[in-house]
């Protein structure tokens, strides 16, 4: 017995767009079918163009109340249009009110509600994080900041330019993701119960590859005396995170200690995003002492700011992978009276940060300005564009 083929949609596509240009007999030689099939396929071009590349067939039976369905897809889109959220239990509810009148027997069970999401190609989806949304022109502001970026660094070395971000690290960041056995319903990954306590670290890299001394700010009123990493700046307050003077510290017990400070401060350029702590007058009089300044645009660090475009993941995914590796270490854990594991010390965080920013490749970091300050993001999928043509930024 012949043993009959299937085709994958895409394969379908194929055939009709060939069949469409020189004619269904062609087509059918082409991909050894016969004729009929051929049309067939035409005939069901719209849903092989909405549907998966791989998709074989479209099985399944047919809605057996199709207005019903009809009315209530419009339904459920007009909510969504709203942002209202639509659970299974009121999708069902409103269907047996619409089939109330020219439908009495009409059952609205737990297999129809998943035949109705399937036939109208609907899912029951999570509530996803809102991101900050992009401003308007954002492209031309895009440019904007490049362009300016690139004519105060034209006469300064890689080594002077500097992208400066503050990144808040949990108490405990842990995975959120494990490999587990199938069936499992609860899915649980240990902590010490801090995972909303923050801390802060600074980080500052250059174009040419090179990191400057991190700073970790703790929430705590006084600083302990403890055997601190020593490529690790340690400051404290009551929020943990930056303030002006803080900033004002920074810049003296950072920014002027770099190897390559120069006095000159037209000879160095910062590049930091517009949080509120970076804009105050004081702050501003302060740097401008030091180095000149580049704020990027409200909205646009996602592509303009390079520790954010490049090093931030990996530096996070060091932090995670050190934390984990502290949670397995059982004999040197401690542990309160209540038999509850102790959070890390600020002396281990310090040197965890310390370890992870080092770990930075060079390349990572260099990429991580070419990608923000030279390659063109891509308006659609805001992601970006790989072979745009390359600028040098300083010498």
Same mark, same amino acid.
């Given at each position: 017995m012949i043993k009959c083929k299937s085709y994958t949609a895409n394969e379908k596509r194929a055939a009709i767009k060939? =069949?469409?240009?020189? &004619?269904?007999?062609?087509?059918?030689? !082409?991909?050894?079918?016969?004729?009929?099939?051929?049309?067939?396929?035409?005939?069901?071009?719209?849903?092989?163009?909405?549907?998966?590349?791989?998709?074989?067939?479209? &099985? *399944?039976? $047919?809605?057996?109340?199709?207005?019903?369905?009809? !009315?209530?897809?419009?339904?459920?889109?007009?909510? &969504?249009e709203n942002n209202r959220a639509l659970p299974e239990k009121a999708l069902r509810k409103k269907?047996?009110?619409? =089939?109330?009148?020219?439908?009495?027997?009409?059952? =609205?069970?737990s297999q129809w509600y998943q035949n109705f999401l399937r036939r109208n190609d609907l899912s029951l989806r999570r509530r996803t994080s809102i991101s900050q949304p992009l401003p308007e022109n954002h492209l031309e502001k895009i440019r904007s900041f490049r362009s300016f970026v690139m004519e105060e660094t034209r006469d300064i070395p890689t080594s002077n330019i500097g992208n400066f971000d503050e990144v808040p690290v949990p108490s405990d960041i842990v995975y959120e993701k494990t490999v587990n056995? !199938? *069936?499992?319903?609860?899915?649980?990954?240990?902590?010490?119960?801090?995972? !909303?306590?923050?801390?802060?670290?600074?980080l500052v890299v250059t174009p040419s590859g090179e990191k400057l001394k991190p700073m970790t700010i703790f929430k705590k009123k006084l600083l302990p005396k403890r055997?601190?990493? $020593?490529?690790?700046?340690?400051?404290?307050?009551?929020? *943990?995170?930056?303030t002006e003077d803080i900033m004002k510290e920074w810049i003296e017990e950072v920014c002027k200690e770099r190897l390559h400070y120069d006095t000159n401060s037209r000879n160095s350029l910062l590049i930091f995003d517009s949080a509120r702590s970076h804009l105050t007058e004081g702050v501003r009089e302060a740097l401008q002492q030091s180095s000149k300044i580049a704020v990027i645009p409200g909205g646009l660090t996602r592509f303009l700011q390079p520790l954010d475009v490049s090093e931030n993941k990996p530096f996070k995914d060091g932090l995670r992978q050190r934390c984990e590796d502290w949670m397995e270490d059982k004999e040197n854990a401690e542990y309160t009276k209540g038999c509850r594991r102790k &959070?890390?010390?600020?002396?281990?965080?310090?040197?965890?940060?310390?370890?992870?920013?080092? =770990?930075?490749?060079?390349n990572t970091i260099i990429n991580g300005f070419n990608k923000a300050l030279v390659n063109i993001p891509d308006e659609e999928t805001q992601k970006y564009i790989h072979n745009f043509e390359v600028v040098e930024i300083g010498e």
């Open positions: 060939h =069949a469409e240009v020189y &004619r269904t007999a062609s087509a059918a030689n !082409k991909f050894e079918v016969n004729q009929r099939m051929i049309q067939k396929w035409v005939q069901t071009k719209e849903k092989l163009e909405n549907c998966d590349r791989n998709k074989r067939a479209f &099985r *399944g039976k $047919p809605a057996q109340y199709p207005e019903v369905e009809k !009315k209530i897809k419009v339904w459920v889109l007009e909510r &969504r269907a047996v009110q619409e =089939a109330a009148a020219n439908h009495p027997n009409f059952v =609205a069970s056995a !199938k *069936g499992d319903d609860c899915i649980k990954i240990d902590t010490t119960g801090h995972e !909303k306590s923050n801390f802060t670290v600074v055997n601190f990493s $020593p490529n690790v700046v340690i400051k404290v307050n009551d929020k *943990g995170s930056m &959070r890390c010390s600020y002396e281990k965080a310090a040197w965890i940060v310390s370890d992870c920013f080092n =770990a930075l490749s060079p």
